[in-house]
Antibody, heavy 125, light 111 residues
Framework: VQLVQSGAEVKKPGESLKISCKGSGYRFTSYWIAWVRQTPGKGLEWMGIIYPGDSDTIYSPSFQGQVTISADESIDTAYLQWTSLKASDTAMYYC???????????????????WGQGTLVTVSS | QSVLTQPPSVSAAPGQKVTISCSGSSSKIGSNYVSWYQQLPGTAPKLLIYEDDKRPSGIPDRFSGSKSGTSATLGITGLQTGDEADYYCGTWDSSLSAVWVFGGGTKVTVL
């Protein structure tokens, strides 16, 4: 199992960006893919999650409307995108695989068993 | 301020044991399984413990997890220099907010 993310990005405020996470070594459409932000000040923050099999997506209220999570099952790739970046979006972003739907976490299989290597996004004028 | 509370740091000598606590609420740890992640410097997090106390394949039994009520604990025995890392707990929040939450992380230092 491997999740390979796209490379580091340097952008200006107001620019758009789409980063990717390509899965391999497993059936991509059978697992959920989450996006997690890491900043020095706030640690790990869960942004949202998508099921590539049907594109069912759940967003954290903190990130709803700020980013878009999508997936293309034909190329086993999930995406995280912004339409207008802010300096506060500067962070490391990780994708991570989750075996089960977050709607049934009390039943188990809710954990991140494989992580991408991270994509560093720097937003600066 | 993270939703799950962890001590910022713990330390011990090589060969000793450390425990890391993770406390939350009934809608979080009290209702859902807890997982733990190890983040070595400059690397992505890695799953260490899932469903409160299970170890993925390849994780040594020096690492253990437990849960009681609204608190969980990660234990590391036979501490090694290679265990120096940040450790995070995480769980689903079943309240109205319905999000995954992480603890603030604990830095383990091997003296």
């Amino acid at each position: 199992v491997q999740l390979v993310q796209s490379g580091a990005e340097v952008k200006k405020p107001g620019e758009s960006l789409k980063i990717s996470c390509k899965g391999s070594g497993y059936r991509f459409t059978s697992y959920w893919i989450a996006w997690v932000r890491q900043t020095p000040g706030k640690g790990l923050e869960w942004m949202g999650i998508i099921y590539p099999g049907d594109s069912d997506t759940i967003y954290s209220p903190s990130f709803q409307g700020q980013v878009t999570i999508s997936a293309d099952e034909s190329i086993d790739t999930a995406y995280l995108q912004w339409t207008s970046l802010k300096a506060s979006d500067t962070a490391m972003y990780y994708c991570a695989r989750q075996p089960s739907s977050p709607r049934y976490c009390s039943d188990g299989d809710c954990y991140f068993d494989s992580w991408g290597q991270g994509t560093l996004v720097t937003v600066s004028s | 301020q993270s939703v799950l509370t962890q001590p910022p740091s713990v330390s011990a000598a090589p060969g000793q044991k450390v425990t890391i606590s993770c406390s939350g609420s009934s809608s979080k740890i009290g209702s859902n399984y807890v997982s733990w992640y190890q983040q070595l410097p400059g690397t992505a997090p890695k799953l260490l413990i899932y469903e409160d106390d299970k170890r993925p394949s390849g994780i040594p039994d020096r690492f253990s997890g437990s849960k009681s009520g609204t608190s969980a604990t990660l234990g590391i025995t036979g501490l090694q220099t290679g265990d120096e890392a940040d450790y995070y707990c995480g769980t689903w929040d079943s309240s109205l907010s319905a999000v995954w939450v992480f603890g603030g992380g604990t830095k383990v230092t091997v003296l």
